[in-house]
């Protein structure tokens, strides 16, 4: 992996975010693993808090800015801040941008969490990571190639992004890039960047089942034999809301790296999904 | 309900980054709704609303189960041609309707965020296990999912216990208006 994102010795500070920390650990587990494979190390924020998600942004303003602001205060100096969650992601990154032109609020930082506010702090997702893996890491660490198993890589919102971050990268293709290089295969679908309904999975869950459903059916018309996500929230989604009879499962972007890298410890990850991937997983001989 | 013009004014004022969610600049292109998952359920389209908005209609958007259906996934202000923040003007038409004590639209969705935040100030993290029980209970609908409920247990999709973060205090003044 090359070390060009400024880092000190392949050192990233880590932000899982209460997803990953919760109800996802195979999402979070196979982060490190992976990591730990291509010589990253990450060093999980210290005291991290909730961003405040969908619902401070909701119903609290403040609290959607001071949230994330605690979080990036918290940074250490130096050292790239590395954020798990799509939403989180969106939520830190705007964040600052928005105090980096705000003198003012700047000022109300400095005052609050004592300390100067870090203009030129990194925060980056896991995908800006990946934008580094070069074939010759692939090569090094490939040890089960995923031996064309079909996927619909399934991006959810993490696409779209509010204004303020209109410049930013977008990792459109990045996972069908990544496990193609690792021997699986893409398929060409349309519900790519549907939202999986979020927390409606809560408050409304005959909408989230009706574009879960679109979502799994679509992606099982296209011939996919799994969907992989980026998210965690959407892979809880897309398990506990779909109603369909027949469905396929869903992987973790980050747990397909590890099979491919022979990570040994995804057996117990598997026990954690509502669809068991396990006999797909056979078909292909990569259990 | 019509708002005044002061009031209009706060809405403006109160979502972040002036120029980038001025509705004004709106022209009924209607990518936004015809880009939106959740149209379906929403009673009024966002481009609608960016329009009443456009003419000071205030009690309507603020009654409307749209403001609350909106998830802010972001979809359709990303491919607005005038890149209208659509999603923050939504969080702003939500805070305002709490203010003004108007019908909530869709009560659950307002009583599951009350939920979450409760959680995030009391351990700084969200618990989910704690925020899907005081949900149901203030719903008054215990049963409804119980099975689902079961097997993310099982499946330990659902932690028993709440992570809390170590120097709480610094969460609890955020909450402190």
């Not at chain 2, 973060?165 to 955020?174: F, G, H, N």
């Amino acid at each position: 992996m090359k070390a060009s994102l400024k880092s000190k010795e392949n050192t990233y500070a880590y932000f899982p975010g209460c997803s990953l920390a919760a109800s996802g650990h195979e999402n979070n587990r196979s982060i490190y693993k992976f990591c730990e494979k291509v010589g990253i190390h990450l060093e999980e924020l210290d005291d991290w808090n909730c961003c405040g998600s969908s619902s401070a942004h909701s119903i609290d303003s403040e609290a959607a800015a001071l949230l994330p602001q605690r979080n990036i205060s918290l940074a250490q100096q130096g050292l790239p801040l590395l954020v798990a969650c799509p939403s989180c992601y969106i939520r830190m990154r705007s964040t600052h941008e928005e105090l980096k032109s705000d003198d003012q609020a700047k000022e109300m930082y400095k005052n609050r969490w004592e300390r100067n506010f870090d203009q030129d702090l990194e925060i980056i997702h896991f995908f800006d990571l990946l934008t580094k893996l070069d074939q010759t890491v692939i090569d090094k660490n490939m040890t089960k190639p995923l031996n064309g198993i079909r996927f619909a890589s399934y991006y959810g919102c993490m696409l779209a992004k509010p204004p303020i971050l209109r410049k930013d990268k977008r990792h459109t293709g990045i996972m069908e890039k990544t496990l193609k290089m690792l021997g699986a295969e893409p398929v060409s679908w349309q519900n790519f960047s549907k939202c999986c309904g979020t927390y409606l999975s809560v408050a409304k869950p005959e909408v989230t089942t009706k574009v879960v459903n679109q979502i799994m059916d679509n992606a099982i018309e296209s011939e996919a034999e799994c969907l992989v996500t980026a998210c965690a929230m959407c892979h809880l989604n897309l398990e506990i809301r779909c109603s369909l009879k027949q469905q396929i499962p869903t992987f973790h972007f980050s747990e397909l790296l590890c099979i491919a890298f022979g990570v040994d410890d995804h057996k117990k990850w598997f026990k954690r999904h509502l669809v068991d991937p396990v006999p797909l997983l056979k078909e292909k001989g990569l259990v | 309900m019509k708002l005044s013009s002061q009031e209009m004014k706060r809405v403006l004022e109160d979502v972040r980054g002036h120029s980038e969610v001025n509705f004004n600049l709106c022209f009924q292109c209607r990518t936004c709704a015809n880009a939106c998952p959740f149209l379906d359920a929403m009673d009024i389209h966002p481009n609608v609303i960016m329009r009443m908005l456009q003419f000071g209609m205030g009690e309507p958007v603020l009654k409307s189960s749209t403001i609350w259906v909106c998830v802010g996934c972001n979809t359709c202000c990303d491919s607005c041609p005038m890149a209208i923040d659509i999603p923050t003007v939504m969080d702003a038409l939500r805070q305002l309707a709490m203010e003004k004590g108007v019908a909530i639209g869709e009560p659950d969705i307002l009583n599951f965020h009350e939920q979450m935040l409760k959680s995030v100030k009391k351990y700084g993290r969200a618990h989910k296990l704690e925020i899907m029980m005081r949900y149901k209970l203030k719903k008054k609908d215990l049963f409804q999912d119980i099975g689902l409920g079961l097997t993310m247990l099982a499946k330990r999709k659902l932690d028993l216990r709440a992570k809390k973060v170590k120097d709480i205090q610094s969460i609890e003044s955020i909450f402190k208006k």
